[in-house]
């Protein structure tokens, strides 16, 4: 595991794809753990109608699944780099363990998150806490989830966030959740990491290759 900080987006992206790129059947998984500068991030299925007044908030048009997001200060970015072939799921069994950690997470704060089949992401009463966007390459997974822990949403109301116009997002400090971004990365790594079946947890610094 790696907890970056607060990063700016792109660096990021390319070191995901250079580790994913490079790395061999023996390489061990990672999860980096940070933050984002303010960023609007377009998936590969994203429509240009869904940005709505964007302003000076740069977008970077990137190579996940699903349509635009917001990431800033105060969110929790997730990204599992996992070799998903050695593992034995699929990319849908994949989608469904990180949402389940992100429910679990949540449970014990008595704040009832949920699944959705047909909009992937957890929920709370209809609002979206958490989004979710995934790139699988050579087996591998790379790019992963974005929780909002305690941030400025109102971002999110310059874009259809995930190409839903009007769709409300919430964060868990207003839910009664965690509080700050470090107390919900820690909590979240261990349920997936349990999720998944591993059996050792490395701390490592920076990013790899640098």
Same mark, same amino acid.
């Given at each position: 595991m790696r907890r970056l900080g607060l990063q700016p987006y792109e660096p990021i992206w390319q070191a995901m794809q250079r580790f994913t790129d490079t790395r061999n059947q023996d390489d061990a998984d990672e999860l980096w753990l940070l933050e984002h500068a303010p960023v609007f991030t377009q998936g590969q299925a994203g429509k240009a109608e869904h940005l709505?007044?964007? /302003?000076?908030?740069?977008? $970077?048009q990137v190579?996940?699944?699903?349509?635009?997001?917001?990431? /800033?200060?105060?969110?929790? $970015?997730?990204y599992p780099l996992l070799n998903i072939k050695r593992l034995g799921i699929g990319v849908r069994?994949?989608?469904t363990q990180i949402e389940s950690s992100l429910i679990d997470l949540l449970a014990p704060y008595q704040v009832n998150a949920y699944a959705k089949a047909d909009a992937p992401g957890v929920y709370v009463d209809e609002r979206k806490v958490a989004s979710l966007g995934l790139r699988i390459r050579k087996g591998c997974s790379f790019h992963g989830l974005a929780l909002n822990v305690n941030m400025d949403t109102s971002p999110f109301l310059r874009i259809n966030p995930c190409g839903y116009a009007g769709m409300e997002m919430v964060q868990t400090a207003d839910l009664g959740g965690p509080a700050t971004v470090s107390e919900a990365g820690d909590r979240l790594a261990d349920i997936f990491y349990n999720k998944l079946g591993y059996t050792q947890l490395t701390l490592l610094e920076g990013l790899p290759h640098e």
């Amino acid at each position: 595991m790696r907890r970056l900080g607060l990063q700016p987006y792109e660096p990021i992206w390319q070191a995901m794809q250079r580790f994913t790129d490079t790395r061999n059947q023996d390489d061990a998984d990672e999860l980096w753990l940070l933050e984002h500068a303010p960023v609007f991030t377009q998936g590969q299925a994203g429509k240009a109608e869904h940005l709505l007044n964007t /302003g000076e908030i740069p977008v $970077v048009q990137v190579d996940r699944g699903g349509q635009v997001t917001y990431h /800033g200060p105060g969110q929790l $970015v997730a990204y599992p780099l996992l070799n998903i072939k050695r593992l034995g799921i699929g990319v849908r069994e994949l989608v469904t363990q990180i949402e389940s950690s992100l429910i679990d997470l949540l449970a014990p704060y008595q704040v009832n998150a949920y699944a959705k089949a047909d909009a992937p992401g957890v929920y709370v009463d209809e609002r979206k806490v958490a989004s979710l966007g995934l790139r699988i390459r050579k087996g591998c997974s790379f790019h992963g989830l974005a929780l909002n822990v305690n941030m400025d949403t109102s971002p999110f109301l310059r874009i259809n966030p995930c190409g839903y116009a009007g769709m409300e997002m919430v964060q868990t400090a207003d839910l009664g959740g965690p509080a700050t971004v470090s107390e919900a990365g820690d909590r979240l790594a261990d349920i997936f990491y349990n999720k998944l079946g591993y059996t050792q947890l490395t701390l490592l610094e920076g990013l790899p290759h640098e």
